[in-house]
């Protein structure tokens, strides 16, 4: 009884989860005519991927999702690379305030991003990166990086620091020791992260909307509306094929590098 | 081939000192291990010789070789960890690789190294599998191939056996005796297990708070313990540790303590009369006879010996052996008696020096 109660209300959970996606994909398909029929249709009568097709060849989708590739692309490797460097120095080096300078790195998060987007956008412009992809990649690396680099530290500091004194005793370097020994060890940690910080990126909005204005730049977040949503009319069934596109890749990434995730909690499990 | 050799080596973190003023030598081939409790400084001793630690002074030696600034894949070692530190990605053919790879060595050459190494630890239906495959003995096996697959001048040994279950731990000593015969190589065994390092060990050298106590063979740090710490230190039960006083009388030192007046063996000529500590050993403690009076505290039933723990006058407690046939009685009182030629006398203090005249 209990089981089955317990069934009922984590399938009322996936259901009030799944089903706005569900009605994504459902208006995505359906005819124009469709749209506001009354009651409203659960399958589509007459699916099309008119949409779909409409979007690729007559709008900048193509160019926003583009842009929003090597954005986040761009900035999952920096901070992923920043991070494994700078939680092997946490974990590994002995050096005056390790520990307050990594308590700092999470003071950040204390501020609203609301407040550092002001100043970050004259940062930009001073810079001469305003309106600029980069702009964006910096932008959301200095709120993905404290999170990676804290995320990155507790995995390192599973690492057993006897590994890394063997290679060292085998004739590694310490560059040596750290690619044949360390990475392998942290592939799980460095995956979530990495998955972590391009989720974060590619569903990024406010900072997309500040600090880039041309259109060349957009990413899909900000692109999509101004494309498809002015103050008379909003294109829903053009917006549901652009939702379903944008979250697809999301969607695979996480299918494929599933196992990895989960693989990372029993890692420290083994012995040596 | 190479020895060891530590000169005034010191190494000291934020203010803590772990190693002070450490002079060992150590011959070619010769096994030592390293003995003391923990945080005597055995296993920062092992790891400044590892190339893993620096030495805040002082000068290490491989060999020729002063290694103070060498980094530890060139200092020609290998080393077993307590947790082995099997690469847990790799299989155990990479793992006894590895060493071979980092030094370059061709790959068919490799390949046969290993093999033999395999071979050697009965290692070869292994190969293909991941250290976490593996149950604690074995991985323990791949951990001595990784480091004899590649023929150093010096093995290192930090507690590789203290992981191993009592039975497995019996037979993994037997082999690294076999071992060591067979390699002739220097070995360096980091323990806190007197019966590794009294079965196992060329010489020991007993540690303390980061100073040197002893450096002898086996036999002589039981028969002659250096001080009041390895006197208490080495031996199964721990040596009888009296305080009380030193007299002179007819030539020779007596000793009062614990309700007995005893005979002691050559003392040092500098000593003089005064507080002072005696050790008796339990194998010299006769139970059941003698002119001392005791009440029996404990019986402790091994099989082959009792061991007997006494409460004597001012309520010492004296622990001695008896056969197995004699089974003292709790509670009761008993006659035991001293061997007094076989006593130890030492200095006050936790540290006090011996003071009989035999070395």
Redesign the interface.
């Known amino acids: 009884m209990r089981r089955l109660l317990l069934n009922l209300l984590v399938w009322s959970c996936v259901l009030l989860v799944a089903f706005p996606l569900f009605w994504m994909i459902v208006t995505s398909l359906k005819p124009q005519v469709e749209l506001w029929a009354r009651p409203p249709a659960l399958l589509p009568i007459e699916p099309t991927m008119k949409h779909y097709l409409n979007l690729l060849r007559e709008t900048n989708f193509l160019s926003y999702f583009r842009n929003s590739v090597l954005l986040s692309t761009a900035t999952t490797l920096l901070v992923v690379a920043v991070a494994t460097l700078g939680a092997y120095s946490l974990v590994r080096f002995r050096y005056r305030g390790r520990d307050t300078l990594a308590m700092l790195v999470l003071f950040t998060y204390l501020l609203p991003s609301v407040v550092l987007l002001l100043p970050l956008y004259l940062m930009m412009v001073k810079l001469g990166l305003a309106n600029t992809l980069a702009s964006l990649v910096l932008a959301y690396t200095t709120f993905a990086l404290p999170y990676a680099l804290w995320l990155l530290r507790s995995f390192m500091a599973g690492i057993?620091e006897?590994?890394e004194?063997?290679?060292?005793?085998?004739?590694?370097?310490r560059l040596?020791a750290f690619r044949?020994?360390i990475l392998?060890?942290l592939l799980p940690g460095i995956i979530s992260t990495a998955l972590f910080t391009f989720i974060l990126s590619w569903n990024e909005y406010l900072f997309a909307l500040v600090l880039v204005n041309s259109d060349a730049s957009r990413p899909l977040t900000t692109g999509v509306m101004n494309m498809l949503i002015s103050s008379f009319n909003i294109e829903w069934s053009l917006l549901m094929a652009a939702s379903v596109m944008m979250s697809l890749p999301l969607i695979l990434a996480f299918a494929f590098l599933q196992k990895y995730l989960t693989r990372g909690f029993g890692?420290g499990a083994?012995?040596? | 081939m190479a020895g060891v050799s530590f000169r005034g080596v010191r190494k000291e973190y934020d203010g803590f000192v772990a190693v002070e003023g450490l002079d060992l030598d150590i011959h070619e081939g010769e096994f030592v291990a390293l003995l003391g409790p923990s945080g005597c400084g055995k296993t920062t001793t092992l790891r400044m010789l590892a190339g893993l630690e620096f030495p805040s002074s002082g000068e290490i030696r491989i060999g020729e070789r002063v290694v103070n600034d060498l980094p530890p894949g060139e200092r020609d070692i290998a080393m077993v960890f307590q947790s082995y530190a099997l690469y847990p990605h790799m299989t155990v053919a990479r793992n006894i690789e590895y060493p071979l790879k980092k030094r370059g060595m061709p790959g068919p050459q490799r390949r046969e190294r290993v093999a033999e190494a395999a071979q050697m630890l009965q290692l070869t239906e292994l190969m293909d599998r991941k250290p976490r495959e593996l149950s604690g003995g074995q991985q323990q096996r791949v951990a001595l191939g990784r480091a004899l697959v590649r023929d150093p001048q010096v093995f290192l040994l930090d507690e590789p056996l203290s992981n191993l279950d009592a039975k497995l731990r019996g037979y993994m000593r037997a082999e690294l005796i076999e071992l060591h015969r067979r390699l002739g190589r220097t070995m360096v065994y980091v323990t806190h297990d007197q019966l590794e390092a009294m079965t196992m060990a060329d010489r020991i050298a007993v540690m303390l708070s980061g100073r040197l106590q002893q450096f002898a063979p086996p036999q002589e740090v039981y028969r002659a313990p250096a001080n009041r710490f390895v006197a208490g230190f080495i031996g199964m039960p721990s040596m009888n540790l009296i305080d009380g006083e030193l007299h002179q009388a007819d030539g020779g030192f007596r000793f009062s303590g614990a309700g007995m007046n005893l005979a002691l063996p050559r003392l040092k000529t500098d000593v003089g009369a005064g507080a002072a500590c005696l050790g008796i050993r339990s194998e010299h403690l006769r139970i059941g006879e003698g002119p001392h009076r005791a009440t029996v505290q404990i019986v402790e039933q091994t099989g082959h010996e009792n061991i007997v723990v006494l409460t004597a006058t001012g309520g010492v407690r004296l622990t001695g052996r008896t056969t197995a046939a004699v089974l003292p009685v709790t509670g009761k009182e008993i006659a035991f008696g001293v061997e007094e030629s076989a006593l130890h006398v030492f200095a006050p203090g936790d540290e006090g020096a011996r003071l009989n005249a035999d070395n």
Do not use: E, I, R, Y
């Open positions: 057993p006897d590994l004194s063997a290679a060292l005793v085998d004739g590694a370097t040596g044949d020994v392998p060890q890692a083994v012995k040596g």
